[in-house]
């Protein structure tokens, strides 16, 4: 429920408000698209070829698409805002982009750790792999991640809604987010930003450290493993840490702490909502050769039904 809120819509302060940097702002759109392209790719790729049906796969293709989904639910609205110097949004907009932003954030979350159990599994217990792996547990997996998401966005919701906004409707941000809508709030927050780090903050900070823990006993695990074993699952492995960090050394700086702004909050946030989504695509193609071959021959076959018509 709204409590005494007064407030209708918000105005969004936006990335910068300097002149000369704004128009910089354009290059989100060629960023935006970059990461459309390269999650289409892997999504593209990973549902048609017969080669990419293992396990880690199949949580990329989901990795992929809340990638593009979390990337989506912020980048269209600040670029049209940049371009055309709109700043308003309504204030059942700002509290549907605070609910999908999260939601696909902490999918984005969840599918990290499915993805380090099913290396786990593989470089652990090579022997009980397919069984414990199956097709069906996977599914089962991604669905609880999808409805642990929605658990977590709601409670980020009721935590919002809960806030009262009856004066100030400037948000000193280029999004609509807990952390600068506390500081709008005409009431002590104190509590509801102790749930938030509770929440958000638990889940980025126990979620990392959990996921760091993983990747160490996986890489001591290869001191066993013949030399070509040991490295084909480095390279995957590397790849997947990479990513780990990238995304969640700004979720930890952003919601493990007291509601205060630093000057670099904005772009802190740039990097993990526009920044990650485009890396992603480039650390698992470049870094994998199943799937760069993969898409090799989806190329292949694109060209050669093009010359048959």
Not at 127 to 139: D, E, F, K, P
Not at 171 to 176: A, G, N, R, V
């Amino acid at each position: 429920m709204v409590m005494n809120s007064t407030v209708n819509e918000f105005i969004l302060f936006g990335l910068t408000q300097d002149p000369r940097k704004q128009k910089c702002l354009s290059l989100f759109l060629f960023f935006y698209l970059g990461t459309l392209l390269g999650n289409f790719l892997i999504i593209t790729t990973i549902k048609t070829s017969q080669t990419l049906g293992s396990p880690m796969y199949f949580f990329l293709f989901h990795l992929s698409l809340s990638d593009t989904c979390f990337c989506t639910s912020i980048a269209p609205r600040m670029i049209v805002d940049a371009l055309l110097k709109r700043a308003t949004i309504s204030f059942r907009e700002c509290m549907i982009q605070v609910f999908s932003f999260h939601f696909f954030g902490c999918l984005e979350i969840f599918i990290l750790i499915l993805m380090a159990a099913d290396r786990y599994v593989a470089i652990c217990k090579p022997l009980h792999y397919t069984t414990i792996m199956s097709r069906q547990v996977c599914a089962v997996l991604v669905a609880i991640a999808w409805v642990g998401s929605c658990v977590h966005s709601l409670a980020q919701i009721f935590l919002a809604l809960s806030l009262p906004f009856c004066g100030p409707n400037v948000i000193d941000h280029y999004l609509c987010d807990l952390q600068p809508l506390l500081k709008l709030a005409c009431a002590d927050t104190y509590v509801i930003n102790l749930l938030l780090v509770s929440n958000s903050g638990a889940i980025c900070t126990l979620s990392f450290v959990m996921l760091m823990c993983s990747y160490v006993v996986i890489l001591y695990s290869l001191r066993n493993h013949s030399a070509e074993g040991r490295r084909k699952a480095l390279s995957t492995c590397i790849s997947h840490i990479i990513v780990v960090v990238l995304f969640f050394g700004p979720c930890i700086f952003i919601y493990t702490r007291p509601a205060t702004t630093f000057p670099m909050d904005k772009m802190i946030a740039v990097f993990y909502t526009l920044g990650t989504p485009l890396i992603n695509p480039l650390i698992y193609t470049l870094r994998n050769a199943e799937v760069k071959n993969a898409m090799k021959k989806l190329w292949r076959k694109k060209l050669i039904s093009d010359d048959k018509r």
